[in-house]
């Protein structure tokens, strides 16, 4: 019997956890940050993120949509690119282009398809999101979509994309 009341107090605070809405839920699920810092796939971006300033903002309760380049997206650009956007005189430049990036709200990959949309970034211009064939924002392929974080979703992108 004592054996038997053990597991039901183990089962009721494992129930708790798993249909808390409070903090205990805030540990399972990761912000875009958290997200992309565990995926390996973004140190550059983080890192660009970092050196903006803007790695708060991010972790803010949103919602965001972020199309995110990867460290391979980072890398296609011209030699020298991210190291000089990345010094402390072209901070805005960076800022500018990290929150092209970046659109208010959470919009997933079925709220694209077959629809070809221009939406306005946090950056202040628009991004061309076409959802015909796949999802490209700008000439950026989506190649890997809707990673949902606690405070928005990422969409993985194959270029890093740049504001007129």
Do not use: R
Not at 12 to 32: E, L, N, R
Not at 67 to 87: I, M, R
């Amino acid at each position: 019997m004592k054996q038997l009341s053990k597991l039901m107090a183990v089962l009721a605070v494992a129930t708790s956890v798993i249909f808390s809405t409070g903090p205990a839920m805030s540990y399972m699920k990761k912000d875009i940050v958290g997200t992309a810092v565990a995926s390996g796939k973004f140190t550059t971006l983080i890192t660009a993120l970092k050196t903006a300033g803007l790695v708060d903002v991010l972790k803010g309760n949103g919602p965001f949509t972020v199309f995110a380049p990867t460290d391979e997206a980072f890398k296609a650009l011209p030699d020298g690119t991210v190291a000089n956007l990345l010094k402390p005189e072209n901070k805005d430049k960076l800022i500018a282009i990290l929150t092209y990036h970046v659109v208010p709200g959470k919009t997933l990959a079925a709220d694209l398809t077959g629809k070809t949309v221009s939406v306005k970034t946090v950056e202040g211009s628009s991004v061309k999101i076409d959802g015909v064939n796949g999802v490209k924002v700008n000439q950026a392929s989506v190649v890997t979509p809707d990673i949902i974080a606690s405070n928005g979703v990422i969409h993985v992108i194959n270029k890093v994309i740049l504001p007129n």
